[in-house]
């Protein structure tokens, strides 16, 4: 893109920077003030009487004697153990991650490689199928898990989300397999393949890419999914949103908020040094160009 | 001295005698319910027996999770913690059993009135109670030179007079969210003017009448000295609102009172003036405009009977009157015998004592509880009149009895 | 490839698909036209910790009885369909021939539940799409043209609104744009107006919930686009500029177009997403101002007596209603694909 014939005008470069600046700080701001926020007391933080108190912590020096305190990390973390959300949620999202994306890789595959008529109907039905509220889903589920015993555990979520999931699975990884050219896997199977060896020897080598970046999908509906957690999980077994929810409290009783923001910090780290880490696939990953047309 | 020691010495071998309390059961235990510390105490208490397993499941959604749980057979949960509102859908779906038989044997501790009957048979144990009345900032009043209101219309009057005296611009605060909350204000107000919400004897509504147009027009004159955001204030954002003392005067649960006095939470003036009082009357009626809510747990009807009898006898002991320490004491208004009020209490207590009107049973209380919380919206934000708003409420109720075989 | 082999790699996932969605779905349709029996109801004596009184309860024992001879429950028919809660035909036809005029039409229309969850769901389907995917592929186009050393913060940093969780990351928003809050302040100071509050008035709590749809799907786009752009054939955009095509009719000619299939597959995914609008009414509690139709199905199961054919009614014509707003690239999606066999 930068090479020198292709510079850009001086105008558009700074109207272009300003551009992403601002959005830089809309999408990051928000989470600066959260983290921020998190070190002091509910009263400061969401600063009834007077936004300012939540820069100088006046009520947090008060009660802590200094104007950043660890207690809504301390309640969250020790007193409520939020440390095992934070297991579950990874055992969670490492079996939807892989379930998800070896089901969808051979289902996608498939699909993009069948010139039958039925296949485009499959990715209709597909969609209809992602078209359902994920509310009116789980509270079918609840009285068959119930009866079959496997309502509360991790397994039975997992295996839901991932069914959830599929659709979408489906649809991005189709796309991506129909911009690996076909001639591939066909002249493998001229070569005595099977369909399956094909796949196998000549497809998978090329198509992490599209595969990494689906995984972050399907990473981050497990990550983040209220819905369906909430209801099929068992207080034992919950993970983060849920337990972040139930901090807030309820019409009668007084939740614990600073708990939850403090909670809602911890949750975005572990996004962070993932992304940090993935990084390279992500970008580079798409820019290696497998997908090129 | 020897007083204090010997006292102290009694209450040392109340908590001993507690801790070894022989609870023995033979059979499977297992608690849904709601979250929060009074009734972790009462699953800490069901968990202190031995000979059998004792699970407990307490989260915000137990609602939704409780019919479909006990619904099986053998149902997964043998106990449902529950409230006046919520046992209704209990027992329409017909998953929990009448007790009488347990509490003959097992209930030796209870008090008559703990027990929740329905036509002579015993479905419930209630443990707690609860009850929305009058807090009051006791300095900004009397900077006023208001007394505390005894009814709605004094409440109105002060709070004018709080703000013309530029003391505070919303004085009034309420959970007046839209949904629940709006519709159990509502709920309040009615009472409080004299109103029946059914027909006697059947499920047809009855509420757009002189009462409920009353109701409404208070509600919304309340308003006007509300925080403008008050259609999105819940009971979490009233209390904050409270706590950083930008309110003089709310109707708010007795539950939620202990936190308001917290001076962690609170600002100093704040901690130092909260005031509870008991709920007001409206509208020159006697009833006070609030409702009396019991918390309690039941026994499943889909499991064995040694289940049960475990189940009961493990609830009992979460609940038995040697639980009651002093910690346990601030935890919630208990109904247990030798319950000591603690001052965050005496707003119930009066609610109580001014015969206020229990939240009703009745089977599709809540279809008319969620179709008001939905429809008095546009009176609130003055799209529509009273009348209006009321006929929207009679139709959506209508439509959501009729489809759960309330109505024809 | 051959049909045996298309099963055998397609089984996993259709059998994941058929159990956990497919059948739900059955029975979603079964319950919308089936209703609970009615309960027989009777006065009896009900006690409780504050004395006792006559009410209204239900006869268990009579109700059993009518339970058992009908398992299924009562076969309404349309009934649902079309009751008040839902698309509430004799109401709209009562409101059509009482009319004073187009307005007083839409106001009564706007005062029954289903019509005026639609009138904020459909405003913000078409208002958020497209805004969502400009503000993408201009921060793509952005993103695209920094230093390679920064791309990797500044991607890290515009994916923060997707990948937090939609009810938390609402919920500091919600908190943030209070009258009181940071950006409420600024808000207030920028507008010159003290008493000015995002959550007290309609039109600005729509506002409010769009930003945030924009907000929180702009990087979805971002990424689907930024994605796209690394594999822009640069021989062709090297034609187009010895060509003496300038900065936006290159943009016009030769990205656009390329990037047109991810457009249509942004599109396909965030209408649906959008149409289902539902964690920002939440909490942004906005319930007063906005609802949408997954809202109602929320709050048809949310209260202590839960209406579950309610529900599953406003779920189907949820699908129905995906279903016709995805159609117009569904038929392209078709020609795309006879075109291709």
């Not at chain 1, 199928?129 to 079918?140: D, E, K």
């Not at chain 1, 080598?205 to 599209?210: E, K, Q, Y």
């Not at chain 2, 009273?386 to 959506?396: G, H, P, S």
């Not at chain 3, 009777?42 to 001879?69: H, M, W, Y």
Request: glycine share 8%.
């Amino acid at each position: 893109m930068a090479s020198p014939a292709n510079r850009m005008p001086r105008g558009l470069r700074i109207a272009s920077t300003l551009f992403i600046v601002t959005w830089l700080i809309m999408a990051a701001f928000p989470f600066f003030w959260t983290l921020w926020g998190s070190f002091k007391v509910e009263i400061d933080f969401f600063s009834i009487a007077d936004w300012t108190t939540a820069l100088t912590g006046d009520k947090t020096k008060e009660t802590y004697g200094s104007p950043i305190t660890g207690a809504g990390y301390y309640g969250a973390w020790v007193q409520e153990e939020f440390g095992r959300a934070v297991i579950n949620t990874f055992i969670v999202c490492f079996f939807v991650v892989c379930t998800s994306l070896t089901i969808g890789t051979l289902g996608g595959y498939a699909l993009s490689r069948s010139g039958f008529r039925y296949t485009f109907w499959l990715l209709m039905i597909a969609l209809i199928f992602r078209a359902v509220p994920p509310i009116t889903l789980v509270s079918g589920y609840l009285l068959p898990f119930f009866e079959w015993n496997v309502w509360g555990i991790l397994p039975t979520t997992i295996i839901v989300l991932v069914a959830i999931n599929q659709p979408f699975t489906l649809w991005m990884l189709h796309s991506f397999f129909q911009s690996i050219p076909k001639e591939l896997d066909e002249s493998a199977k001229v070569d005595g393949c099977t369909q399956f060896q094909a796949f196998r020897r000549v497809i998978i080598p090329v198509m992490w890419p599209g595969v990494v970046t689906t995984g972050l999908f399907s990473f981050l509906l497990a990550y983040n999914d209220f819905a369906v957690t909430a209801l099929l999980l068992s207080k034992e077994n919950q993970t983060m949103v849920p337990k972040i929810a139930s901090f807030l409290g309820t019409t009668q009783t007084e939740g614990n908020v600073m708990f939850a923001v403090a909670a809602v910090v911890s949750a975005t780290v572990p996004l962070f040094i993932l992304v940090m880490f993935f990084q390279r696939q992500i970008v580079g990953g798409l820019t290696a160009g497998a997908v090129k047309g | 001295m020897f007083l204090k020691k010997l006292a102290l010495a009694s209450i040392m071998t109340l908590t001993a005698s507690s801790a070894f309390a022989a609870c023995e059961i033979s059979g499977r235990v297992s608690i849904v319910g709601n979250e929060f510390p009074a009734i972790h105490a009462v699953a800490n208490g069901a968990k202190e027996c031995s000979g059998g397993e004792v699970k407990a499941n307490l989260t915000a959604d137990h609602q939704k999770i409780n019919v479909a749980g006990m619904s099986g057979n053998p149902a997964e949960y043998t106990t449902a913690i529950i409230a006046n509102s919520s046992i209704a859908a209990l027992m329409n779906e017909n998953v929990i059993r009448p007790i009488d038989d347990l509490v003959a044997k097992y209930g030796q501790n209870l008090k008559k009135n703990q027990l929740i009957t329905v036509s002579g048979k015993v479905m419930a144990v209630a443990f707690m109670a609860n009850a929305q009345h009058l807090v009051y900032r006791k300095d900004i009043l009397e900077k006023a030179g208001l007394q505390p209101p005894k009814t709605y219309e004094e409440m109105l009057a002060g709070a004018k007079v709080i703000r013309d005296k530029g003391l505070l611009q919303n004085p009034l605060g309420g959970a007046y969210k839209a949904g629940w909350n709006l519709g159990q204000e509502f709920n309040n107000m009615y009472i409080g003017h004299g109103g029946e919400f059914f027909k006697p004897g059947t499920a047809e509504p009855s509420i757009n009448n002189e009462a409920g147009v009353a109701a409404l027009k208070m509600m919304k004159a309340l308003s006007e000295y509300m925080n403008p955001d008050f259609l999105t204030h819940d009971s979490n954002a009233t209390s904050s609102e409270w706590k950083a003392g930008n309110v003089a005067m709310m109707n708010m649960w007795g539950s939620r009172m202990e936190p308001l006095k917290d001076p962690a939470q609170s600002e100093k003036v704040v901690v130092e003036n909260t005031t509870l009082a008991s709920p007001m009357t409206v509208g020159g009626g006697s009833t006070p405009a609030t409702t009396l809510w019991w918390d309690g747990w039941t026994v499943a009807k889909n499991i064995s009977d040694e289940d049960a009898a475990a189940t009961f006898q493990a609830m009992a002991n979460g609940i038995d009157p040697s639980q009651l320490d002093s910690e346990m004491s601030t935890l919630a208004v208990w109904l247990i015998d030798g319950y000591k009020p603690t001052p965050a209490a005496v707003g119930v207590f009066a609610a109580a004592k001014m015969n206020a009107t229990p939240y009703p049973m009745l089977p599709f209380i809540g279809l008319l509880h969620t179709a008001l919380g939905a429809e008095i919206v546009d009176f609130m934000l003055g799209k529509e009149s009273a009348e209006q708003a009321l006929a929207d409420v009679e139709a959506a109720y209508t439509a959501a009895a009729k489809e759960k075989g309330f109505l024809k | 490839m051959k049909h045996r082999t298309f099963f055998w790699f397609f089984l996993p996932t259709a059998t994941a698909m058929l159990l956990f969605i497919a059948y739900p779905i059955i029975s979603i349709i079964t319950q919308s036209f089936y209703t609970p029996h009615e309960a027989v109801l009777i006065v009896s004596e009900v006690c409780d910790p504050f004395g006792c009184k006559e009410e209204t309860t239900v006869d268990q024992e009579a109700t059993n009885a009518l339970r058992v001879s009908k398992p299924a429950g009562n076969f309404v028919g349309w009934n649902i369909y079309l009751d008040r809660g839902h698309l509430a035909t004799t109401e709209v036809a009562e409101a059509w021939r009482s009319r004073e005029g187009l307005g007083d039409f839409f106001n009564a229309l706007g005062n029954l539940p289903f019509y005026r969850a639609m009138a904020f769901t459909l405003t913000y389907t078409f208002v958020v799409t497209p805004m969502l995917i400009i503000v993408g592929f201009m921060i793509a186009l952005g993103v695209n043209s920094l230093h390679r050393q920064l791309k990797g913060l500044v991607i890290f940093f515009s994916l923060l609104p997707m990948i937090i969780t939609p009810l938390i990351g609402s919920l500091i928003l919600f908190w943030m744009l209070d009258s009181r809050g940071i950006l409420g302040s600024a808000l207030q100071w920028m507008a010159n107006d003290p008493s000015l509050s995002m959550k007290a008035s309609t039109g600005l709590t729509w506002v409010m919930l769009m930003v945030y749809g924009v907000w929180h799907a702009a990087p979805f786009a971002f990424v689907v686009f930024y994605a796209g752009l690394q594999t822009l054939p640069q021989d062709t955009l090297e034609a187009a500029r010895i060509d003496g095509a300038n900065r936006w009719q290159q943009v016009k000619h030769v990205i656009i177009p390329h990037l047109m299939p991810l457009v249509t597959f942004v599109a396909l995914i965030q209408l649906m997403d959008n149409f289902r609008v539902f964690e920002p009414i939440v909490s942004f509690n906005a319930e007063a101002h906005a609802t949408s139709l997954s809202w109602i199905i929320y709050n048809d199961l949310q209260g202590e007596t839960r209406q579950l054919s309610a529900a599953s009614t406003t779920s189907v014509l949820t699908i129905i209603g995906v279903a016709i707003l995805l159609s117009p690239v569904l038929v392209r999606t078709w020609r795309d694909f006879k075109g291709k066999t």
